[in-house]
């Protein structure tokens, strides 16, 4: 394990032990969800995982150092102070500044996987922005998962994005894409998009079995689990399409263009909704961490 990185020792230890560990990124912390509820959350998902019998490993960079697992005061820190957003390529930057940042799915991915963790669970992934044919605008969230042991689960992508390019993306890389209980790719608040899947699994001993078969083809590539927002949780489709549909009539009216429009357009969402879509995401998290420590859980059953 690189020494650049501050594993907790309850992480460490149930890494040594072969117990289930699941990292959980602190971007949705400290910049998608408003405070105090974000506080809230952050202790949510992990008693959820602890409740499972699984060790949380929430993901941040602190002061210049890359914390795998994070204490009271860390798990603070990521709620109340204003950090940086890092992806992967600004690790380097942050760490050399002695600087504190939260971690998007992209550097969570690429931390959690040099800790030896390998389940992640997320809201939803990042992917191509609409517009990206002229903006060329695109998440590294796709391209760090080309090169990163890590099953990420996530309710699939925001519906701000082009979903129909992020999918042709995640193919050209070769990182599967695994409906878990359905074969219609979800768009994070809603359970369906127009888009079908390949592959997709019934059970989380299903997803740690191929998990084991890409080891031993030396693949090398990440694995995603798009797994809906339960029926009774997802935003109604009707307030979704309309609040979606003046979201990106202002954001033209505004002459947003390029790298702005998706924040743009989340915040306003937000705004739209009058807070029912943060419900939502909060809800489809919760879903997502349970369905991350049943995987974890049976990953871990296989090198008993």
Known sequence: MPNSLRVSDEVAAALAA???VVALESTIISHGLPRPRNHEAALEFEAILRDA???PATIAVLDGVPRIGLDAEGVRRISEEELAKASVRDLPIIAAAGSSAATTVAATSHLAALAGIRVFATGGLGGVHRGASESFDESADLSTLAVTPITVVSAGVKSVLDIAATLERLETLSVPVIGFGTRIFPS???RESAFT???SVDGAAEVAAIMKAQDELGHGQGIVVANPIPLEQQWDPAEHDRVLS??????AEAGVTGKAVTPFLLLKIVELSGGRSLEVNLDLARNNVRVAAAIATAWSALHD
Request: zero cysteines; proline letters at 6%.
């Open 53 to 55: 019998g699984v060790t």
């Open 188 to 190: 994070f608040w809603l």
């Open 197 to 199: 899947l390949d592959w």
């Open 246 to 251: 003046e979201a990106l009539a202002l954001a």
């Open 18 to 20: 072969n117990h289930p």
